[in-house]
């Protein structure tokens, strides 16, 4: 298992320093910036980061959170705040088992002032929120060292799970032909596709599929477009003479 640590759109270079000597305490060393707002080589990034500046150097630039997950099997996003239509936050602890599980699972940490979008939790299956006391106020390296804590102390125990699940680009490209389909049949509209789609992902990628159930799933939505383009050349939705169900015998 390889521990990708995403920072979207940091704001200083000594938070992304200090993070990544955060990552090298815990183990992780695939930092992975979307759309920065500095230098992430500043020598104030590089003084912070002490005997992590090669992690630094080596860290690799995106412009998207969705090209930044493209090939991970697993996106966690931290947030502490509730969403009605997003996976609720879960204690580290409840997401551990699933990240020792994945094969390239992702850790996705938002902006210092902000934190993470609705649309960047969208592209994640998981959201981790970090118990704290009522003065809930951590940097952005605190976080990042206790989540990496939690999700790799415990990598000698035995796996509970080998499933390997599809990576998020398979996912993300599932949803937007699930998204057209629902446009295509009438299933929704411009105004509630989006709230519509988050609770399918939300349903979806609780099933962790793998990469050949993807695809069983469009070729699925393959056959339900085919049907209704066809059925509209043809002016009609009755099944095309052959291809009729045959009926139930009645008495």
């Not at 509970?160 to 446009?183: F, P, S």
């Not at 695809?215 to 009609?236: H, I, M, P, S, Y």
Request: with cysteine; hydrophobic share 40%; charged share 25%.
């Amino acid at each position: 298992m390889t521990l990708a640590v995403v920072l979207v759109s940091p704001k200083t270079p000594g938070n992304i320093g200090s993070a990544a000597r955060a990552m090298l305490n815990m183990g992780a060393k695939d930092l992975r910036l979307v759309a920065p707002r500095c230098n992430h080589l500043d020598s104030g990034a590089v003084a912070m980061a002490v005997h992590a500046a090669d992690l630094l150097r080596g860290a690799t630039i995106y412009p998207t959170l969705r090209e930044a997950l493209a090939d991970r099997d697993l996106s966690v996003g931290t947030s502490a705040r509730i969403r009605s239509d997003l996976p609720q936050p879960q204690h580290p602890a409840q997401i551990r088992p699933f990240v020792r599980a994945a094969t390239a699972p992702a850790l996705v940490f938002g902006p210092e002032e902000s934190g993470l979008t609705n649309a960047d939790l969208e592209q994640c299956q998981m959201t981790v929120r970090i118990p704290t006391g009522d003065y809930a106020s951590l940097n952005l390296a605190q976080a990042v060292l206790l989540v990496c804590y939690e999700f790799l102390q415990g990598q000698d125990e035995p796996l509970d799970r080998t499933r390997k699940t599809a990576t998020r680009e398979e996912m993300e490209a599932m949803y937007g032909h699930l998204h057209d389909t629902m446009h295509l049949i009438g299933y929704t509209d411009a105004v509630r596709a989006r709230h519509t789609l988050r609770l399918w992902r939300a349903l979806l990628d609780r099933a962790l599929m793998n990469s050949a159930e993807s695809r069983l799933f469009r070729g699925l939505l393959r056959q339900v477009q085919w049907k209704v383009e066809d059925a509209a050349k043809r002016g009609t939705t009755e099944p095309r003479p052959g291809q009729e169900v045959e009926a139930q015998s009645q008495d």
